[in-house]
């Protein structure tokens, strides 16, 4: 994790991933919240765990501010599609592994959806 920057301001822990809490704040700085790669949190480091951790966070800093419980990030495994150009993918999920036009295809849709939300 490129985390140097923190040194002696965050807590890290032996890998220099900054430790947090099960609401995804930075230990001992209750108002500074932590997304993404640079955390923690045993899960694999991808972009959709980076937005279910912002998702949340958004909510806890709302609740945050209006005095009210913090919700707590659960992290899970989740499905990974690997992109190996157009016509090759690798899918993993809990085990499964299989690789060809199939997952290609999977990445494709999944790409096209997440795109969409982002008309630009």
Do not use: H
Request: glycine letters at 4%; a positive charge.
């Amino acid at each position: 994790p490129n985390s140097e920057i923190f040194k002696g301001f965050l807590e890290l822990d032996e890998r220099n991933y900054i430790k947090v809490n099960n609401y995804l704040q930075a230990i001992n700085k209750e108002n500074i919240f932590i997304v993404g790669d640079v955390t923690n949190s045993k899960e694999e480091k991808t972009a959709q765990a980076a937005e279910k951790q912002a998702k949340l966070i958004i909510k806890n800093i709302i609740n945050l501010d209006n005095k009210k419980p913090l919700l707590s990030y659960e992290a899970m495994k989740r499905p990974i599609l690997i992109s190996l150009g157009k016509k090759y993918s690798i899918f993993e999920y809990k085990g499964l592994i299989f690789g060809g036009f199939i997952p290609a295809i999977m990445k494709y849709f999944v790409e096209l959806k997440t795109m969409t939300r982002f008309k630009i």
